[in-house]
């Protein structure tokens, strides 16, 4: 199963961009990465998913380099609403329905 | 409304006495699992489901029992709780695991076992 490490913490200040990089040297061919946001007392929730190189959606971008070995969220112009813990997940249907979630991101915006 | 409903979602109990907490979806998924959340741990998948009548553990399933008797419900067991399943609990289902279907989860049920 690949593992993921991500950053324990993160500051940011409002307006800027913050870029969140998972490493997860053992991934598979057919894993995906998925990253999700978590509010405290709330359940995860999808954010973005991408199998290689960026893809873009309203919230966020996630790019994965070649090797797919690391992968790279991207918040453009956080605002304190986006202060969560963001996590990291790579799994793929050859690993049956055995996931396991890094420790997250919590990521801090200020004013 | 597409959504995953728990319940309770808080929950006062004490060692030894067992308790069900449910959890159940609407969207026809076949993949169902349960989380614990610790501070400083992570996300620790207990059991899972592939589908009705199939299932598996997962990191940490010492304690805990489930059953998929239906597609759409997934009760989490405890038939003898302890101190140390105090955690926050969360249900999610998908239509496959990890793949680019992507999981949903419950608002969580806050368990303490005194």
């Known amino acids: 199963l690949a593992k993921t490490t991500q950053p324990i913490s993160m500051d940011s200040y409002e307006g800027q961009e913050v870029n969140i990089t998972c490493s997860h040297n053992?991934?598979?061919?057919?894993?995906?990465i998925t990253w999700y946001q978590q509010f405290p007392s709330q359940g995860p929730r999808f954010i973005i998913q991408g199998y290689k190189t960026k893809v873009t959606n309203e919230v966020a971008s996630l790019f994965i380099p070649a090797d797919r070995k690391s992968s790279t969220l991207s918040l453009p112009r956080v605002s304190l609403s986006d202060t969560a813990v963001y996590y990291c997940?790579?799994?793929?249907?050859?690993?049956?329905?055995?996931?396991?979630f890094g420790q997250g991101t919590e990521l801090s915006v200020k004013p | 409304e597409a959504q995953v409903t728990q319940n309770p979602r808080y929950l006062i109990t004490v060692t030894g006495k067992k308790l069900t907490v449910t959890c159940s979806q609407n969207m026809n998924h076949e993949y169902m699992s349960w989380y614990r959340q610790d501070p400083g741990l992570g996300l620790r998948q207990i059991y899972y489901s592939m589908n009705v009548e199939v299932t598996d553990k997962g990191d940490v399933p010492e304690g805990y029992k489930v059953s998929r008797k239906e597609k759409r419900n997934f009760p989490l067991i405890l038939e003898s709780p302890s101190p140390n399943q105090t955690s926050l609990y969360f249900c999610a289902s998908s239509g496959s695991p990890g793949t680019e279907e992507t999981q949903y989860f419950g608002p969580g049920t806050r368990l303490l076992v005194l």
């Open positions: 053992n991934i598979a061919t057919n894993d995906y």
């Open positions: 997940l790579v799994g793929g249907s050859n690993q049956g329905g055995k996931l396991i």
